[in-house]
């Protein structure tokens, strides 16, 4: 059926260090990809979000990845900061007019 | 623009009663969401709007829920009788379309059914 699941439910970095976040998806016909963050007490909040015409997009300190090929989506995070602890959401959209799907979730835990 | 507005933040209510949370979206969004969010499923969507107009409804748990949004700038999500297994935290979203577009989403409403 249709699902977004990720890989790893937690995820624990060394601040400095680049983190990775992974995400599957298992409707190839998806074609809108959000990653986002969610901070303890907080609603998620947008971080990037790709679509399937693309591989590979920057935004600041974050850079996603999306291969299509294995239908596999990855958040990847540089110099990984104290404030980077929390829950990272990867979402599917497909059909165009579909609401998001949005998959578990990784806690990611920065240690100082 | 304020973002997403939810109320109540949080609600403790005993088994039984009738509780409703409410939302404020985003000005100029015409789709909305409701979801729940706990720590065994996650995010799921319960129902969304189209200019105030339900258009899926079927993540609905029960017919003890139910979301009305009676013009473009208020909704809300009503459970009656609440249950324990009810608690979880809610959350509404907002946005401008649902496909290819990000979503907003509120503080959420911590609710604790005793």
């Known amino acids: 059926g249709e699902s977004v699941g990720l890989h790893l439910p937690t995820l624990s970095v060394q601040e400095g260090d680049n983190s990775i976040i992974n995400c599957a998806y298992s409707n190839s016909a998806s074609d809108y990809f959000i990653w986002y963050k969610q901070e303890s007490g907080k609603g998620p909040q947008f971080i990037i979000d790709i679509r399937s015409n693309m591989d590979k997009r920057q935004g600041q300190r974050v850079t996603v990845l999306l291969n299509k090929t294995v239908k596999h989506l990855s958040l990847q995070i540089a110099a990984t900061q104290p404030g980077d602890s929390a829950v990272y959401f990867c979402a599917e959209n497909y059909s165009g007019n579909t609401p998001l799907v949005f998959g578990k979730g990784t806690r990611l835990s920065v240690i100082a | 623009d304020a973002g997403v507005i939810q109320s109540p933040r949080h609600e403790v209510t005993e088994m039984g009663q009738e509780v409703t949370l409410r939302c404020k979206p985003i000005?100029?969004?015409?789709?909305l969401f409701w979801y729940r969010q706990t720590m065994m499923r996650g995010l799921e969507l319960l129902i969304y709007f189209n200019n105030n107009v339900p258009i899926d409804d079927s993540g609905m748990p029960e017919d003890r829920f139910s979301a009305k949004m009676p013009n473009a700038s208020f909704s809300t999500l009503k459970i009656q009788p609440s249950e324990p297994r009810d608690s979880a935290v809610y959350f509404c979203?907002?946005?401008?379309?649902?496909?290819?577009?990000?979503?907003?989403f509120g503080q959420g409403t911590r609710l604790t059914v005793v």
């Open positions: 979203a907002s946005s401008r379309s649902t496909g290819g577009t990000e979503a907003f």
């Open positions: 000005s100029g969004h015409d789709y």
